[in-house]
């Protein structure tokens, strides 16, 4: 895969926990950057996507509502004829 070179600016404390962690795991601190980047843009991802099926189901859940109302005559008759 290309890669391309960045400079970035952090705040001190985190450069420390950032160094604290790449001597932890052995790793160097370009390898743990891209790790937690790809890992917090699929839990972006992940948010969007939930988002999306959350509006899908109330969109669904008004339409089964209005399917409900639309037959509700028609239930209401039919259960005259059941014991």
Same mark, same amino acid.
């Given at each position: 895969?290309?890669? &391309?070179?960045?400079?970035?600016?952090?705040?001190? &404390? %985190? =450069?420390? @926990? %950032?160094?604290? &962690?790449?001597? #932890? *795991?052995?790793?160097? #601190?370009?390898?743990?950057?891209?790790? $937690?980047?790809?890992?917090?843009?699929?839990?972006? *991802?992940?948010?969007? +996507? #939930?988002?999306?099926?959350?509006?899908?189901?109330? *969109?669904? $859940? @008004? &339409?089964? =509502? $209005?399917?409900? #109302? @639309?037959?509700? $005559?028609?239930?209401? *008759?039919? +259960?005259?004829?059941?014991?």
């Amino acid at each position: 895969m290309p890669v &391309e070179h960045l400079n970035i600016t952090l705040p001190i &404390e %985190l =450069r420390v @926990a %950032l160094d604290h &962690e790449v001597k #932890r *795991e052995h790793t160097k #601190r370009s390898t743990l950057i891209q790790k $937690a980047v790809a890992l917090y843009l699929r839990v972006v *991802e992940q948010k969007t +996507l #939930r988002n999306l099926l959350q509006e899908g189901y109330v *969109e669904m $859940a @008004a &339409e089964a =509502r $209005a399917v409900t #109302r @639309a037959f509700e $005559a028609l239930d209401h *008759e039919a +259960l005259r004829y059941v014991d």
